[in-house]
Protein backbone atom coordinates (compact mmCIF):
# COMPACT_ATOMS: atom_id res chain seq x y z
CA UNK A 1 0.00 0.00 0.00
CA UNK A 2 1.82 2.87 -1.08
CA UNK A 3 0.77 5.93 0.71
CA UNK A 4 2.90 8.73 -1.00
CA UNK A 5 2.77 8.57 -4.63
CA UNK A 6 4.65 10.11 -7.14
CA UNK A 7 2.75 9.05 -10.54
CA UNK A 8 5.22 11.02 -12.65
CA UNK A 9 8.14 9.10 -13.16
CA UNK A 10 9.79 11.73 -15.29
CA UNK A 11 9.40 15.58 -16.16
CA UNK A 12 10.65 17.75 -19.04
CA UNK A 13 11.21 21.17 -18.96
CA UNK A 14 12.68 24.08 -21.24
CA UNK A 15 15.21 26.20 -19.23
CA UNK A 16 13.18 29.04 -17.46
CA UNK A 17 9.86 27.60 -17.49
CA UNK A 18 8.52 26.82 -14.59
CA UNK A 19 8.74 22.89 -13.73
CA UNK A 20 5.44 21.40 -11.29
CA UNK A 21 6.64 17.88 -9.78
CA UNK A 22 3.13 16.47 -8.40
CA UNK A 23 3.22 14.48 -4.94
CA UNK A 24 -0.37 12.72 -3.52
CA UNK A 25 -0.54 10.97 -0.48
CA UNK A 26 -3.48 8.80 1.36
CA UNK A 27 -3.00 9.15 4.72
CA UNK A 28 -5.03 11.96 6.86
CA UNK A 29 -2.72 11.57 9.44
CA UNK A 30 0.15 13.01 7.85
CA UNK A 31 1.05 16.04 8.99
CA UNK A 32 4.78 17.17 7.72
CA UNK A 33 5.46 17.23 4.03
CA UNK A 34 8.85 17.28 2.67
CA UNK A 35 10.63 17.50 -1.10
CA UNK A 36 14.01 16.01 -1.36
CA UNK A 37 16.69 16.56 -4.11
CA UNK A 38 18.61 13.51 -5.63
CA UNK A 39 21.51 13.60 -7.67
CA UNK A 40 23.19 9.83 -9.55
CA UNK A 41 25.84 8.60 -6.67
CA UNK A 42 24.74 11.20 -4.03
CA UNK A 43 22.56 10.66 -0.87
CA UNK A 44 19.31 12.96 -1.27
CA UNK A 45 19.20 16.27 -0.22
CA UNK A 46 16.57 18.21 2.04
CA UNK A 47 15.01 21.19 -0.62
CA UNK A 48 11.66 22.21 0.75
CA UNK A 49 9.66 21.75 3.46
CA UNK A 50 5.43 22.64 4.66
CA UNK A 51 3.63 21.63 7.41
CA UNK A 52 -0.32 20.70 7.57
CA UNK A 53 -1.05 24.28 9.24
CA UNK A 54 0.59 26.06 6.39
CA UNK A 55 -1.08 25.68 2.46
CA UNK A 56 2.29 27.27 0.84
CA UNK A 57 6.30 27.52 1.79
CA UNK A 58 8.96 29.53 -0.76
CA UNK A 59 12.54 29.55 -0.30
CA UNK A 60 13.66 31.09 -2.92
CA UNK A 61 12.89 29.75 -6.80
CA UNK A 62 10.84 26.68 -5.10
CA UNK A 63 7.58 26.90 -3.61
CA UNK A 64 5.68 23.97 -1.78
CA UNK A 65 1.82 24.08 -2.32
CA UNK A 66 -0.18 21.70 -0.05
CA UNK A 67 -4.24 21.03 -0.74
CA UNK A 68 -5.11 18.92 2.30
CA UNK A 69 -8.50 18.56 0.98
CA UNK A 70 -7.59 16.30 -1.98
CA UNK A 71 -4.41 15.33 -0.13
CA UNK A 72 -1.83 16.70 -2.50
CA UNK A 73 0.90 18.79 -2.79
CA UNK A 74 3.16 19.66 -5.30
CA UNK A 75 6.77 21.54 -5.69
CA UNK A 76 6.78 24.47 -8.28
CA UNK A 77 10.25 25.34 -9.69
CA UNK A 78 10.67 28.85 -10.95
CA UNK A 79 12.80 29.52 -13.19
CA UNK A 80 14.35 26.34 -13.80
CA UNK A 81 17.89 25.75 -14.26
CA UNK A 82 19.41 22.88 -16.29
CA UNK A 83 21.12 21.99 -12.50
CA UNK A 84 18.19 21.50 -11.21
CA UNK A 85 17.97 18.45 -13.27
CA UNK A 86 17.94 15.19 -10.73
CA UNK A 87 15.07 13.28 -9.38
CA UNK A 88 12.94 14.74 -6.49
CA UNK A 89 11.14 12.74 -3.76
CA UNK A 90 8.38 14.15 -1.62
CA UNK A 91 7.97 12.30 1.74
CA UNK A 92 5.41 13.05 4.29
CA UNK A 93 5.37 12.25 8.38
CA UNK A 94 2.89 11.95 11.13
CA UNK A 95 3.78 13.62 14.06
CA UNK A 96 1.96 10.99 16.16
CA UNK A 97 4.01 8.41 14.52
CA UNK A 98 7.26 8.69 15.44
CA UNK A 99 8.23 11.41 12.68
CA UNK A 100 9.13 8.47 10.25
CA UNK A 101 9.58 9.63 6.70
CA UNK A 102 7.35 7.95 3.75
CA UNK A 103 8.38 8.85 0.79
CA UNK A 104 7.33 8.68 -2.72
CA UNK A 105 8.79 6.42 -5.81
CA UNK A 106 10.40 9.95 -7.44
CA UNK A 107 10.14 11.87 -10.30
CA UNK A 108 13.08 12.65 -12.27
CA UNK A 109 12.95 16.26 -13.86
CA UNK A 110 15.37 17.08 -16.92
CA UNK A 111 15.71 20.96 -17.39
CA UNK A 112 16.91 21.30 -20.86
CA UNK A 113 19.06 24.48 -22.23
CA UNK B 1 31.56 18.61 10.67
CA UNK B 2 31.11 15.34 8.43
CA UNK B 3 27.58 14.65 8.63
CA UNK B 4 26.67 11.12 7.91
CA UNK B 5 29.13 8.93 6.87
CA UNK B 6 28.71 5.53 5.23
CA UNK B 7 31.00 2.71 4.71
CA UNK B 8 31.57 1.05 2.70
CA UNK B 9 30.34 2.63 -0.68
CA UNK B 10 30.15 -0.89 -2.98
CA UNK B 11 29.96 -4.36 -1.85
CA UNK B 12 29.27 -7.41 -3.67
CA UNK B 13 28.43 -10.46 -1.84
CA UNK B 14 27.07 -14.09 -2.20
CA UNK B 15 23.64 -15.22 -1.46
CA UNK B 16 23.90 -16.69 2.65
CA UNK B 17 26.92 -14.47 3.20
CA UNK B 18 26.71 -11.95 5.98
CA UNK B 19 28.23 -8.46 6.39
CA UNK B 20 27.24 -4.95 8.12
CA UNK B 21 26.89 -1.98 6.85
CA UNK B 22 28.43 1.15 8.74
CA UNK B 23 26.61 4.23 9.64
CA UNK B 24 28.23 7.19 11.64
CA UNK B 25 27.31 11.02 12.50
CA UNK B 26 28.85 13.31 14.23
CA UNK B 27 25.76 15.78 14.69
CA UNK B 28 24.47 14.22 18.23
CA UNK B 29 21.10 13.92 16.39
CA UNK B 30 18.98 11.64 18.34
CA UNK B 31 17.06 9.89 15.17
CA UNK B 32 18.57 7.77 12.97
CA UNK B 33 17.39 5.21 10.18
CA UNK B 34 18.36 3.15 7.43
CA UNK B 35 16.91 3.61 3.85
CA UNK B 36 16.99 0.70 0.97
CA UNK B 37 16.43 2.22 -2.80
CA UNK B 38 15.01 0.52 -5.10
CA UNK B 39 13.88 1.67 -8.94
CA UNK B 40 10.54 2.44 -9.02
CA UNK B 41 9.83 1.66 -5.17
CA UNK B 42 11.39 4.92 -3.83
CA UNK B 43 13.05 5.26 -0.57
CA UNK B 44 11.78 2.80 1.76
CA UNK B 45 11.76 2.71 5.64
CA UNK B 46 13.83 -0.73 6.78
CA UNK B 47 14.42 0.01 10.75
CA UNK B 48 14.78 3.48 12.75
CA UNK B 49 15.95 4.32 16.33
CA UNK B 50 15.02 7.32 18.31
CA UNK B 51 17.84 7.03 20.83
CA UNK B 52 20.91 5.12 21.82
CA UNK B 53 19.11 1.72 23.25
CA UNK B 54 16.16 1.63 21.26
CA UNK B 55 15.48 0.97 17.76
CA UNK B 56 12.32 0.07 15.65
CA UNK B 57 11.07 -1.96 12.50
CA UNK B 58 9.83 0.11 9.04
CA UNK B 59 8.44 -0.94 5.85
CA UNK B 60 10.80 -3.42 4.79
CA UNK B 61 12.60 -4.75 7.93
CA UNK B 62 12.63 -8.93 7.53
CA UNK B 63 16.01 -9.91 6.59
CA UNK B 64 17.99 -6.95 8.31
CA UNK B 65 19.07 -6.61 11.79
CA UNK B 66 19.67 -3.11 13.49
CA UNK B 67 21.37 -1.82 17.09
CA UNK B 68 21.90 1.36 18.67
CA UNK B 69 24.60 1.20 21.20
CA UNK B 70 26.28 4.84 20.71
CA UNK B 71 24.49 8.35 19.46
CA UNK B 72 26.89 8.29 16.63
CA UNK B 73 26.85 4.49 15.26
CA UNK B 74 23.61 2.79 13.79
CA UNK B 75 24.97 -0.12 11.87
CA UNK B 76 22.70 -2.56 9.74
CA UNK B 77 23.60 -5.91 9.40
CA UNK B 78 22.40 -8.64 6.95
CA UNK B 79 22.55 -11.80 8.56
CA UNK B 80 21.88 -14.13 5.34
CA UNK B 81 22.20 -12.40 2.01
CA UNK B 82 19.39 -12.70 -0.47
CA UNK B 83 19.54 -11.37 -3.84
CA UNK B 84 16.54 -9.77 -3.27
CA UNK B 85 18.53 -7.29 -1.16
CA UNK B 86 20.90 -5.78 -4.22
CA UNK B 87 19.91 -2.46 -3.95
CA UNK B 88 21.48 1.13 -2.71
CA UNK B 89 21.70 1.73 1.17
CA UNK B 90 21.18 4.92 2.75
CA UNK B 91 21.88 6.05 6.60
CA UNK B 92 19.72 8.98 7.72
CA UNK B 93 19.90 11.31 10.71
CA UNK B 94 17.86 14.09 12.47
CA UNK B 95 17.78 16.00 15.52
CA UNK B 96 15.20 15.12 17.90
CA UNK B 97 12.10 17.68 17.46
CA UNK B 98 8.30 17.91 17.47
CA UNK B 99 7.79 20.57 14.76
CA UNK B 100 10.67 18.92 12.08
CA UNK B 101 11.49 16.36 10.58
CA UNK B 102 14.25 17.03 7.98
CA UNK B 103 16.56 14.22 7.51
CA UNK B 104 20.34 14.52 6.52
CA UNK B 105 21.40 11.44 4.39
CA UNK B 106 24.63 9.89 4.27
CA UNK B 107 25.94 9.30 0.28
CA UNK B 108 24.92 5.33 0.13
CA UNK B 109 25.93 1.61 0.01
CA UNK B 110 25.46 -0.04 -3.44
CA UNK B 111 24.80 -3.92 -2.40
CA UNK B 112 24.63 -6.38 -5.15
CA UNK B 113 23.64 -10.20 -3.98
CA UNK B 114 24.82 -12.82 -6.56
Known amino acids: DQQVKQNSPSLSVQEGRISILNCDYTNSMFDYFLWYKKYPAEGPTFLIS?????DKNEDGRFTVFLNKSAKHLSLHIVPSQPGDSAVYFCAASASNQGGKLIFGQGTELSVKP | NAGVTQTPKFQVLKTGQSMTLQCAQD?????MSWYRQDPGMGLRLIHY???????DQGEVPNGYNVSRSTTEDFPLRLLSAAPSQTSVYFC?????????????FGPGTRLTVT
Open chain 2, 27 to 31: MNHEY
Open chain 2, 92 to 104: ASRRHSRSSYEQY
Open chain 1, 50 to 54: ISSIK
Open chain 2, 49 to 55: SVGAGIT
